[in-house]
């Protein structure tokens, strides 16, 4: 796909983590782990999880010794990549932990998401970690008479949830007018629970955090086995009571781990700085973040240096569960996010893209995240997080503490807490059934596109092969 307002001959950075690290410069890594050692919690993963768990752990219990375990530097997935969207969402949907738990824990879930939302903005102020947090909520919209309708039926489906006007509600065209102006926008809904982040600011504050309290990070250490009492790496062997994998979209690449979580790609652009000129024709000054009820759908914040970040799915899946660690976006992607972001904003078109990028996040085979401590083994984990990773992470990690201190708390009780999942299917099945979604919501939003009113049945079929 190739426009003549494609940005592929404008020289962007392409890779080299994100466009975040690239505004605030790599970090240094810290020294590597030196020898055998022995500690009462060791973390597989300096990622939102790892640090978060790290983080309530030494506070709870300031006398743990805790060995927090990264191959790169802190923040270096996920974590420093994704689209700041500190979002109250949940990662799968009410009606799954319901199954399991009843309405009322799953409701409970839905809740301690919320609340998480304004823990992570009270942890940054206490901290003095300055992430570009601005609390705006999210601005959700229809751009199809089929995305309207489905926007309709979400808005009453979180109504018969128990959802209020005060957690979502639906704009009207002057209040959307006054927010943000989307070309071909035909219907949105606002919630006030989402914050703007700027992603490796909190990463590296967090580790910083973290460190201060007297937390090892030994970085540039890849681990290579994990077992009950032990992390082993290459320059040594981490002895420990509890032993937590906090490594989201790189689980696959741990031995026995390949299939429990499948790592999907998802890709980012960042603009140039806007001019005034375009910012007095969109809007955007609440700066709130911004989605759409599309099957192939997007997600965008304004900056706090006035460039709009804008990403999607792109190439969702490498065939044997692979991982691009550099973070390289294919030039199809580029070109695909650009298209959608001017269709969004025909005024940015006189702009360009300055750094295109790609993470990997963790999905389960039922996409729904989990928590769980095995005290016989002293193993743990928590992941799956389906790109709602910002926020989950922080509920995760007071949950992980709470099950390593063997605390009955209600955190231990939600309904994500030992949640067991059936591994993904082997190859070619795993390449075959994502590919084949995500052809199908793209098929399936073209079709909404040219007049449809009710959802396209490519996209029921899509949500079929993977249990989306």
Known sequence: MCTMNAPLSSGFVNGDVSFWYRSIGLPVPGEPLGGDVQA?????????????????????????????LE????????????????????????????????????????????????????????????????????TTVARSAAQARRLREDLDWQREWGWTEDDVRLLSPEEMDARLRVSGAVGATWSPHCARIQPAKLAQGLARAVRDLGVKIYERTPVTEIAPGRAVTPYGT???????RCTEGFTATIPGHHRDWLPMN????????LPA????????????????????????QRTADDRIAFGGRGKPYLYGSKIDERGHTHAWTVDALWDLLTSFFPAVASSRVA?????????????????HVDHASGLGWAGGYTGHGVTTTNLAGRTLCDLVLGRDTE?????????????????????????????????ADARESRGMTRTSTLAKIANKITGH
């Open 40 to 68: 009462d919690v060791a973390v597989v993963g300096a990622g939102y999880t790892g640090l978060w768990t790290a983080y309530y752990l030494k506070k709870a219990r300031p006398s743990l010794d805790i060995v927090v």
């Open 71 to 138: 191959k790169e530097f802190a923040g270096f997935g996920a974590s420093g990549r994704n689209g700041g969207w500190l979002t109250g969402a949940l990662a799968g949907t009410p009606e799954r932990y319901a199954k399991t738990h009843g309405p009322d824990a799953a409701r409970r879930l839905q809740r301690s998401m919320f609340a998480a939302v304004d823990e992570v903005v009270r942890v940054a102020a206490e901290e003095g970690v300055d992430a570009d947090i601005v609390k705006g909520g999210i």
């Open 238 to 244: 981490v002895t420990a009571r509890h032993v937590l």
């Open 266 to 273: 998802s890709s980012m652009i960042a603009t140039e700085p």
């Open 277 to 300: 000129q375009v910012w007095d024709s969109i809007g955007w000054d609440g700066r709130e973040l911004l989605g759409d009820m599309a099957h192939y759908y997007m997600y965008a």
């Open 355 to 371: 750094h295109a990028w790609s993470g990997v996040l963790g999905v389960p085979r039922d996409w729904c995240a989990t928590v």
């Open 411 to 443: 955190l231990t009780s939600l309904p994500w807490v030992d949640r067991r999942v059936r591994s993904w299917e082997p190859e070619p099945l795993r390449w075959l059934g994502v590919h084949s979604m995500y052809r199908l919501y793209r098929l």
